[in-house]
């Protein structure tokens, strides 16, 4: 696959792979920019994801088969006082593509499994109470509240053998330049064969 200027041309994308969230509000990517989108401008920091809003309790599958590498706590009320306790799951698939499935309430894989393509992995949960969000918290906190989107699967990409880029913070990455190692995730999504970085990344 050729990648251009950061763009990849639609005769390179294939079919979508498994949707992770078949109970999400929506089915589309979030556009760059949005809300929830990859690498959103959120002032002191950078989104390292997308967001698939969801109700909380929806089931969470595997995009393509792959091997758990890691698992564990992705946000908790140690971090942020008003924030909940959410998990992540990290499954490296076959094309050595780093996949996180965060934001999730109650997982049901362990480090070392092999999981198929649209196998259970969780169940999303939520990050904050709305209730409990002030103007004190960070404004796109304050808008999920306002739109009433504060349950969704968080997920990110990255080459393989990078699982997080620092310095970071429950998916936002606290930095101007992109890691190179960080990928968009909604190629991925998209069904992309290959994931290449942008020419501006290199070097």
Partial sequence: MRVINGTVSTDEIKRMKVWPVPES???????????????????????????????????????????????????????FSNWKTTNFVIIKTPQKVIVKYAELGETFVNI??????????????????????????????????????????????YKAPVTQVQPYLAGNYFGERRPISLLD???????VAKIAPAKSEMG
């Fill in 25 to 79: 509000f929506s089915k589309e990517i979030p556009k760059k920019g949005t809300n929830g989108s990859f690498w959103e401008d959120r002032g002191d920091r950078r989104h390292c994801g997308v967001d698939i809003y969801a109700p909380i309790g929806a089931q969470v599958v595997a995009v393509e088969s792959g091997m758990v590498v890691d698992k564990g706590v992705f946000t908790s009320p140690e971090q």
């Fill in 112 to 157: 070392g499994d092999y999981v198929s393509e649209n196998q259970l992995l969780g169940f999303v949960g939520s990050v904050v109470d709305k209730t409990e969000i002030t103007y004190s918290d960070p404004f796109y906190v304050q808008e999920l509240a306002d739109n009433d989107t504060i349950s969704m699967l968080h997920i990110e990409c």
């Fill in 185 to 191: 995730p909604g190629l991925y999504l998209r069904g």
